[in-house]
């Protein structure tokens, strides 16, 4: 069974967050939730994203690689939306990763080194409504899935049929339980 490094959103590391995981590990996988806020969570995205500034993106990559160090034993990591961004970085820098699994957000694919891991799978879950999303997220994930335009690093892209950024997450109102039972088979079947 897999080890998983699952870094939260904007808002911090909610209830909602915690819950996904458990819902991943009852797949009997371990499931570590790194924290990169220090405890803090936030009501609004918009609290959220100040607070992600004013730690600076840089430091919270680098929160991201310290949990990564700290559960050495993890070949997955995953990301919501804020969280894209750490889980890319250790995917892409970190010769031990199996998977990244990035939800609500993407990013490029030699945005932290000049090559996609060959032996790294990609599994990309967006909302097709999600304006988050819609501001080049989805159209740069299509690309990928794309495997003709990138037969030596293809990616699975699942798109859901929502505008809700965080549907994932069951303690903001964007959470959605049917999307979130779809994505977490998913997320097994990759790990199966």
Known sequence: MAQIILFHHALGLTDGVRALADQIAAGGHTVHTSDLYDGR???????????????????????????????????????????????????????GFRACIAMAGALDLDAYAPLWQPHTALQIHLGTRDPWALEGDLET????????????????????????HLFMDSSTADFDADLTAVLVRRIHELLA
Request: with cysteine.
């Open 41 to 95: 969570t936030f009501a609004t995205v918009d609290e959220g994203v100040a607070h992600a500034q004013q730690i600076g993106f840089e430091e919270i990559g680098r929160r991201g690689m310290r949990s990564c160090a700290e559960h050495q034993e993890a070949s997955v990591v995953a990301g919501i939306s804020l969280g894209v961004m750490p889980a890319w970085r250790a995917a892409q820098v970190v010769p």
């Open 141 to 164: 994930a299509r690309s990928y899935a794309a495997t003709a335009e990138h037969p030596d690093r293809p990616a699975d892209l699942f798109e859901y049929d929502t505008d809700r």
